[in-house]
């Protein structure tokens, strides 16, 4: 079964709009963290944000938020304000916490974010 | 910019060459990660380095050679490459894997381009 799941083929935005991405994901560990990450078509992996499964809030880093639904197991990325550089790539991710010095970092197959002047 | 420094930045090639890849960073980070990552698709993990050690090896084929000289350097040895390992080759790296501690995002480089003629 797929861990983390992006069905999203493609998104479109006009510039200054806000956005959803959506991911779901599936784990039976209590402790898990949630990663969102942008890749433009240069290629870098930008890292955006962190949400941990022990968090009380939601997490924020500037226009980037996470709508996170831990009984739904959703981790929506929230993109206010949306500016041309936003086109990209997003990816999903999530580390486990049991299996330590083992533990990877599990994607899922990414959305396509184009922003329109 | 990114604190992960890949190079080369592009790389051609034939399939009887031998070459390197090379992956620094300065952050104090003790894991280093390789991962593999064809276009419009997630990257997939190669490898691990845990405290310099090789901590997982996800069925790489032996044509790929991974190396960590000491804390701050990754290396990717290739030799006698086939077509269908052109691909970007994206180096990360995080603080420890510890057990339980998923919260630690990994910094990704701009990777290298490879190209197998």
């Known amino acids: 079964a797929q861990k983390i799941t992006q069905t999203q083929p493609g998104m479109f935005v006009q510039e200054k709009e806000a956005v959803t991405l959506d991911c779901t994901y599936d784990?039976?560990?209590?402790?898990?963290?949630l990663f969102w990450y942008k890749q433009p078509s240069s290629g870098e992996m930008i890292f955006l944000i962190y949400?941990?499964?022990?968090?009380?809030q939601n997490a924020t880093e500037g226009r980037y938020s996470l709508n996170f639904q831990k009984a739904r197991k959703s981790a929506n990325l929230v993109i206010s304000a949306s500016q041309l550089g936003d086109s990209a790539m997003y990816f999903c991710a999530m580390r486990e916490g049991k299996t330590g010095a083992n533990s990877k970092l599990t994607f899922g197959k990414g959305i396509t974010l184009s922003v329109r002047p | 910019d990114t604190e992960v420094t890949q190079t080369p930045k592009h790389l051609v090639m034939g399939m009887t060459n031998k070459k390197s890849l090379k992956c620094e960073q300065h952050m104090g980070h003790r894991a280093m990660y390789w991962y593999k990552q064809k276009a419009k698709k997630p990257p997939e993990l190669m490898f691990v380095?845990?405290?310099?050690?090789?901590?997982i090896n996800e069925s790489v084929p032996s044509r790929f050679s991974p190396e960590c000289p000491n804390s701050s350097l990754l290396n990717l040895h290739l030799h006698a490459l086939q077509p269908e390992d052109s691909a970007l080759y994206l180096c990360a790296s995080s603080h420890r894997l510890d057990r339980g501690l998923p919260n630690q995002p990994q910094h990704f480089g701009d990777g290298t381009r490879l190209s197998i003629l």
């Open positions: 949400q941990g499964s022990y968090d009380q």
């Open positions: 784990t039976s560990d209590p402790s898990y963290g």
């Open positions: 380095y845990s405290y310099e050690k090789l901590s």
